[in-house]
């Protein structure tokens, strides 16, 4: 079985990996640590394609202690106690590290199960995971390890990792692997940041190259017909996911039309119409609001249609919906003013509803003052009489503060000339 073109072209000391490097850069901490020699408990976390699994292998092959490697997408409480039972004896003399990738995958009771030999070091663990490790890994598991942040490689990066593969490359088949500078380039920028995935498409376009005389040339044209939607990281479930929408948002609340484009393409591209839409929503509400109140049907009615007529041509509505809300004024008034009500509710403050706004017309023996006398505000000048409406516990809290923007003030000048007041 001919082994993937990243299994064969692993790094084998740390000096090899590319990338990462605030962690494996001469001097720093991290690299000083594994280099004396000691091996703590740590886990791995960041996107697939970075150097996770290549750096928890060389430490692990170079510790001197008994190694072994589960995944957790398929290891079982089983193979984990198989482990555990080299404790203590000959084989595990001088010491078990247990390799654990995407360590994400075991359920807490598994986890659990490792507590007790990593905390009197019988077993040193390093895990991997592509996944928020504080929200995926067992607190009391997470607290005795070290969090290492791996992340995106560059494009120069990558390149580096493509020179070095065609050196290698040449060495394994015996003949001259040459990659187009341009091809190379594109290669590393289409990548999307993982080094697997330029070392797969490099592998399809080898493979597909004639052997001339002077050896394989891999072309741009070829790499181009390779790495057509491989660029970009996306899993709906994972962190990936969760960052383009953020972005997506906080650039439509910060007025960056340019952003919010490219972060909707993204979301596109991966197919996620759902998305798109319910955070435009979203920020429609929340973030233009009451500063341009009419945005809101407006925008339901570009998320309608997109949804109606589906991608492709959902990008045009969207779009449009897109830019019209980052290049609208702000208000998160609306938004501020619940989350205070919420507040107040939440923490018990709420008492009887006043007797005239209750719905019934009918007072009990012990009633002090009798009638409901409520006061129909259509009645009067204006259509707004001076009454109380919130419960007496909470009769001069001010939730609503008026936003600064024109339609909210226009808004306040009102009400304050009707309630005969200089401010709101």
């Not at 909470?394 to 200089?422: M, P, V």
Request: hydrophobic fraction near 40%.
């Amino acid at each position: 079985m001919r082994e993937p073109l990243a299994q064969r072209l692993r790094p084998v000391t740390l000096g090899e990996v590319c990338g990462q490097r605030h962690l494996l850069a001469p001097g720093r901490v991290f690299r000083r640590t594994i280099e004396s020699g000691q091996t703590p408990n740590m886990i791995f976390y960041g996107p697939s394609g970075t150097g996770k699994t290549t750096v928890a292998r060389i430490i692990a092959e170079n510790s001197g202690m008994t190694l072994h490697k589960l995944n957790g997408t398929s290891c079982g409480t089983g193979d984990i106690k198989a482990v555990l039972k080299d404790i203590g004896t000959l084989a595990g003399s001088k010491g078990i590290l247990l390799y654990l990738d995407e360590i994400q995958y075991l359920n807490k009771k598994q986890q659990q199960s490792l507590l007790e030999c990593i905390e009197d070091g019988s077993v040193t663990l390093i895990a991997s995971t592509t996944e928020n490790p504080y929200f995926y890994i067992y607190n009391a598991l997470l607290s005795r390890c070290t969090v290492f942040e791996f992340k995106s490689l560059t494009a120069q990066d990558i390149e580096q990792g493509l020179l070095n593969a065609e050196r290698k490359l040449g060495e394994i088949e015996g003949y001259p692997v040459i990659l187009e500078p341009e091809a190379r380039r594109c290669l590393a920028e289409g990548s999307g940041g993982d080094m697997r995935k330029a070392l797969g498409c490099l592998e399809f376009a080898v493979a597909a190259a004639p052997l001339e005389p002077e050896g394989k040339t891999i072309t741009l044209e070829m790499v181009e017909q390779v790495t057509r939607r491989t660029a970009m990281r996306y899993d709906k479930d994972g962190d990936d996911h969760y960052d383009i929408v953020s972005a997506y948002q906080k650039s439509m609340r910060g007025s960056d039309p340019n952003a919010a484009l490219h972060y909707l393409a993204r979301l596109l591209e991966a197919g996620d119409l759902p998305s798109a839409c319910r955070r435009l929503m979203v920020c429609a509400c929340e973030d233009v609001g009451l500063a341009y109140p009419q945005i809101i049907p407006i925008v339901k009615a570009a998320v309608d249609a997109a949804n109606m007529v589906g991608l492709p041509e959902a990008r045009i509505p969207l779009a449009d919906a897109v830019i019209l809300v980052a290049t609208s004024p702000k208000s998160n008034s609306g938004e501020a003013a619940i989350d205070a009500a919420l507040a107040d509710v939440r923490a018990g403050r709420t008492g009887p509803i006043p007797r005239q706004l209750q719905n019934k017309h009918f007072d009990g023996a012990d009633a002090l003052v009798k009638g409901q006398n409520y006061q129909y505000a259509h009645n009067f000048e204006n259509h707004w009489v001076d009454q109380q409406y919130l419960p007496d516990v909470l009769k001069n809290a001010k939730y609503y503060k008026f936003g600064d923007n024109r339609t909210e003030q226009a808004a306040r000048a009102y009400w304050a000339k009707i309630k005969g007041e200089e401010k709101l």
